[in-house]
């Protein structure tokens, strides 16, 4: 990916937190948000693992054909940056690859530097994570994912609503 295209992209992941940001989350929304990432995943056959939090507790957990436990490690390090860094974690792969930067700050043990963890937002205040790996085809392709259900339940919610 040139600098062009992750310039364009940063705006982009940056324009998306009014997507994260909820008049008010509570568990059942957070496990809702959850079965539509994990719906969409299914239905394209996506073999991912997905895990939604809401403070420090998992209220969602889903790993499909094609995943192994190395998924689950993955969303545990990219869920840590987003809690690090209170933004997404492909907005600080981003930022960092265009800084020209080697996150080497940041214990690659506990934290991952690469797409697929947002946050969840209320009142400017990150209340929840959810978190996605096994696309391996694109740099951005869990953050799309993520994003792509988000917007799915947002669309369900805002209907019945």
């Not at 062009?4 to 940063?10: A, E, G, P, Q, V």
């Not at 998306?16 to 496990?31: G, I, M, P, Q, V």
């Not at 995943?41 to 895990?51: G, H, K, M, N």
């Amino acid at each position: 990916m040139d600098e062009t295209t992750r310039i364009r992209l940063l705006d982009e992941v940056r324009a998306e937190r009014a997507h994260l940001t909820f008049s008010a989350l509570d568990r059942s929304d957070a496990r809702r948000i959850g079965e539509a990432v994990a719906a969409m995943s299914e239905r394209e056959q996506l073999p991912v693992t997905i895990a939604v939090h809401l403070g420090e507790q998992r209220v969602f957990h889903a790993a499909f054909d094609g995943t192994t436990a190395a998924n689950d490690g993955w969303v545990r390090r990219k869920r840590n940056t987003v809690l690090e860094h209170e933004v997404s974690s492909f907005e600080v792969a981003l930022t960092t690859r265009l800084a020209g930067r080697n996150p080497d700050w940041l214990d690659p043990a506990e934290f991952a530097v690469a797409s697929g963890a947002v946050p969840l937002l209320v009142g400017g205040l990150l209340v929840g994570t959810v978190a996605l790996s096994g696309l391996v085809d694109a740099e951005a392709s869990d953050h799309i994912a993520v994003m792509r259900g988000i917007g799915e339940y947002r669309a369900a919610h805002e209907l019945i609503n």
